[in-house]
């Protein structure tokens, strides 16, 4: 493959990733009123659980569970953003990075070099940095895909536990007759939560997937043509 | 692409390097300066990430870029210095002088502190292999901090934007050749570019207090000999700060 198929398919690629990359990160902020709905029901479910007085005790076991679920999720989006975020700069500087590698190379083939008085080499050791950086922040990069891929894996997890917990509450909902009726709203509305949670995770799996192939591709091609020179 | 000497005597001279006719049109055409003094260079506004490899490449052909020490952004634009990075990844020593109140602007480009030599709002002397060269302060012409130097031995000034003009495609010269004609490309420039007569007033009386053969611009033509007189004139009855229809 000649040096200007490869220039270009970096070119789209780093596009790709960069576009993945926000798209993941759009994806993430979703979650983030998901998880204060969360906190909202766990409101409700200790204000059902105490209308149920001396009936509610399961209740009340059950809502700390629902705390403990929305605490999770919390945790969970906080993390995740603080990685995206970095994922989000090392995509744009790797883009920057691979633009001044080109910009090197039009100059190394504009060196007339019968006609020179610098050295090419004075010119090579700049790119070889520009390399160096951008050997690094794929590196990184790919760390912190890794490290995204391992926080977002607990949320099914919290889908499972979620839905475990809507059939518990909708359990004892019922038993309790009509002391349950304002805890049977709760487990609807868990049950409403914890399947968006369920969709979205499905879709941020699918984008962190993505996001992995298209810089695997993009660090091949990358690979290829510094490589080849 | 036009390389010339301005200077060349003994161990000291003046280059530019202007009229980039493969440039992107959109890309404003600047002219790039390199001082040599005993074997040591300067760089004098070494232009935008998009010319870097031209302005490498060209001034390769007459000098050793491994021995320039140092750069020097007369402000903070890019198409002055975006091409900062670039410069410092090739030669990680390098220094640069900028006015002080845009260190912190600059960074921003990814230089790193280490780098910058910041230079004080009453200017000061910059020494390259030994030999001194004035900076003189041009604040508010155009960018609120901005420097001139100016070359004792070769008697050429570099104004930075003051003396540039927006020249047409076909114009080739790297000198002025007709003054008259050529305030027309001046005249909005400054009128548009230019906020203070009070700055302007006052740094033209700090250049005539110098005996200056040569004024070298960022971009347009160069003014030499009694042009530079014409041009000081020119200047002073100028109305800056009058580019923008709202405020005439």
Not at chain 1, 125 to 152: F, M, P, T, W, Y
Not at chain 1, 186 to 207: D, E, H, I, P
């Amino acid at each position: 493959m000649s040096e200007n198929i490869y220039t270009r398919k970096i070119g789209e690629e780093y596009d790709t990733v960069f576009r993945q990359c926000v798209s993941l990160n759009t994806e993430l902020h979703k979650l983030v009123p998901l998880a204060k709905q969360m906190h909202l029901l766990s409101s409700n479910a200790v204000s059902s659980a105490a209308r149920a007085g001396t009936e509610g005790d399961a209740f009340r076991v059950l809502t700390q569970d629902i705390q403990l679920l929305g605490d999770d999720v919390s945790h969970c989006i906080d993390d995740t953003q603080k990685v995206i975020s970095e994922i989000v700069m090392l995509a744009s500087g790797l883009a920057s990075s691979f633009s001044n590698y080109m910009i090197y190379t039009d100059l190394l083939n504009r060196l007339d070099i019968d006609a020179m008085k610098t050295s090419p080499k004075f010119f090579e050791k700049g790119q070889k940095h520009v390399v160096d950086d951008i050997r690094e922040n794929n590196h990184r990069l790919s760390r912190c895909i890794g490290i995204l891929a391992n926080l977002l894996s607990p949320v099914a997890t919290l889908v499972k536990k979620g839905e475990y917990l809507a059939v518990c509450s909708s359990v004892e909902a019922a038993s309790a007759g009509e002391h349950g009726v304002s805890f049977e709203a709760v487990a609807t509305m868990l049950r409403a939560l914890v399947s968006q949670l369920g969709k979205q995770s499905a879709r941020q799996r699918s984008l962190l997937r993505d996001l992995s192939e298209a810089m695997e591709r993009q660090q091949q091609n990358q690979r290829n043509l510094m490589y080849a020179r | 692409m036009r390389v010339e000497h301005l200077f060349n005597k003994n161990t000291h001279s003046w280059m530019v390097m202007g009229r980039d006719e493969d440039r992107r049109k959109e890309v404003i055409d600047t002219n790039q300066y390199l001082i040599q003094h005993n074997g040591r260079g300067l760089l004098l506004d070494p232009g935008g990430v998009e010319n870097f490899s031209v302005v490498a490449a060209e001034f390769s052909k007459h000098f050793d870029l491994a021995d320039v020490e140092a750069v020097f952004a007369s402000h903070q634009d890019p198409d002055v210095i975006s091409s900062l990075p670039l410069w410092i990844q090739t030669n990680p020593n390098l220094l640069v002088y900028m006015p002080k109140i845009w260190v912190s602007f600059i960074t921003h480009f990814g230089v790193k502190i280490e780098n910058i030599r910041p230079i004080p709002d009453e200017g000061g002397l910059i020494t390259l292999g030994g030999h001194d060269l004035e900076v003189i302060p041009q604040h508010y012409l155009h960018s609120s901090g901005c420097l001139s130097i100016y070359d004792p031995q070769a008697k050429i000034l570099f104004s930075g934007d003051i003396g540039a003009a927006l020249l047409p495609d076909d114009y080739t010269d790297l000198f002025v050749t007709d003054f008259a004609e050529h305030t027309k490309y001046m005249e909005y420039f400054h009128r548009r570019w230019m906020p203070s007569n009070t700055a302007k007033l006052r740094w033209i009386a700090e250049v005539r207090k110098r005996d200056v053969d040569m004024l070298c611009p960022q971009h347009g033509a160069i003014f030499k000999g009694e042009d530079v007189d014409k041009f000081l004139t020119w200047f002073e009855n100028l109305d800056v700060g009058s580019g923008w229809s709202g405020v005439r």
